[in-house]
């Protein structure tokens, strides 16, 4: 479904404190005329229909309705540029 890097998901650990077995959620986002949609992260836990990916022990979960947004995306960041990239097909 989507491809999240370990360097990003060790980022994500870093700065929002996270252990094993700890969630984030991942949903779309309208971000202005110019911007159009966008991806949000929120930490949480998933719900019995959420789709889930666990990477590196977080749990990364998307809800049914959203699912199509995060399809095929890849998220990955570069600790050496300090460089956070999102791809997302869904809204190319």
Known sequence: MFSITSPA?????EELGLK???GIQ???????????LCIGV???LPGEDDYVQEIDGI?????PHEVWFVEK???DYDDYDD????????IA
């Open 42 to 44: 929120e930490r949480g």
């Open 20 to 22: 094993n077995g700890d």
């Open 9 to 13: 998901v060790k980022l994500y650990k």
């Open 73 to 75: 995306m890849t998220m």
């Open 83 to 90: 460089r956070f990239t999102i791809e997302l097909p869904s």
């Open 26 to 36: 991942l949903f779309c986002r309208y971000a202005g005329s110019e911007a159009g």
């Open 59 to 63: 749990q990364f979960f998307v809800r």
